[in-house]
């Protein structure tokens, strides 16, 4: 069974602000001390990033729930609780990354250097030496940390290759790549030998190198998963030039050229793009005198097509150079191998898409029972102590401020009526919510 995994799915929460502190100073010698409750610590962040020795994403299939550090309450003193410690998750290169609830794509993990805050510590909440004024000079209560963001991500791994080599199981991919670089994929003579795709590094010379990878084996129907399907047409999107490995010998039974339209409508209904790159057919198995006597023939109706090829043995390394020097050109007609990397110390952060602002919503649900909704309302309502009296009366002026008491009062609320903001319940007093 392969161990390359290129999918994922993964649960992320970022660590809790720390509470802000209730405290009043005790020194001997300082009379009216006042208060000196320390604010709390901000929560650890998560942060997925790229690392090189990473190749698939099977440490996920073992570990799939992130949580970072808790920041610390605030103390005494006026002293801030620690911040909690961010959480580094690792992923391979070319990670791209999706929330799993909207399917919208977040980020792409291209290479080294390339990371994402997928989840933001909470912010710590103010201690009660914030809130002295002149006409509130102890303030009993704190503000709560903020609370932490929990995201699920899907995670998808798709190769960086510059060539692309693509065909139907048997027809000489594996070898192909084993001859022309230092992969070493397993090759047999039986179909869907390659579960997995391999990389392969090749050097025409000091300053000419490009990465080709040896794709799975595809069948028709795979744009809708059928055979390798997705596996194998996900890896071919990061791909710039393809080639498409044909059996001149079609030893198996198969029309090549029926292989190439195959291949060609497959990509096309799977995406678009992928159909209108540059593409080079390699006729192989020219070693076998079926193929050396067949493959003119198959060449002549791919050039009325308007296609470059070239015959092939993967076996023997006959025109494999001269299939390699094509790849090239048409790379460097692509525009060149692309170079992901950054400078050392230099990095790219990428950040969850904010979440939409809602607006504040006063809505009457039956009589007597009434709901708050709105972003900046909720906010106040996680942090509010509500534990005490001096916190109840805090938390009633901002809502005061920003016009909830107003529309419920429009709406005709009355003293006892139930009030829900966000999942907390709260009695409505015209004094104080």
Known sequence: ????????????????????????????FVPRGGPSGGDGGKGGDVILRVDRQMRTLLDFTYRSHFEAQAGAPGGS??????????LIIRVPPGTVVYDAATGEQVADLIAPGYELLAARGGRGGRGNARFATPSRQTPRFAERGEPPQEYTLRLEMKLLA??????????????LIARISAARPKIAAYHFTTLAPNLGVVVLSEDRQMVVADLP?????????????HQ??????????????????????RDPLDDFRVLNTELKQYNERLASLPQIVALNKVDLSEGREYAPLYGEQLSRQGYQWVAISAVSGEGVPELVELMWSALQEAGGPVTYEREAGETVRLEMPPEPHRDLRVTQLEPGVYAVSGTEVERVLERADIKHDEGIRETHLRLERMGVIARLEDLGAQAGDTVFIGDLELEYRPDRV
Do not use: W, Y
């Open 77 to 86: 003193a006026n002293k801030t609780g620690a911040c909690g410690q961010d």
């Open 162 to 175: 510059d060539v692309g080599l693509l065909g139907f199981p048997s027809v000489g991919k594996s070898t």
């Open 1 to 28: 069974m392969s161990d390359f995994v290129d999918v994922a799915t993964i649960k992320v929460r970022s660590g809790k602000g720390g509470d802000g502190m209730v405290s009043f100073r005790r020194e001997k």
């Open 232 to 253: 194998f047409l996900r890896h071919a999107e990061r791909s710039r030039v393809l080639v498409h490995i044909l059996d001149a010998a079609a030893t198996e039974g």
């Open 217 to 229: 084996g595809i069948i028709e129907g795979a744009h809708r998963g059928a055979g390798l399907g």
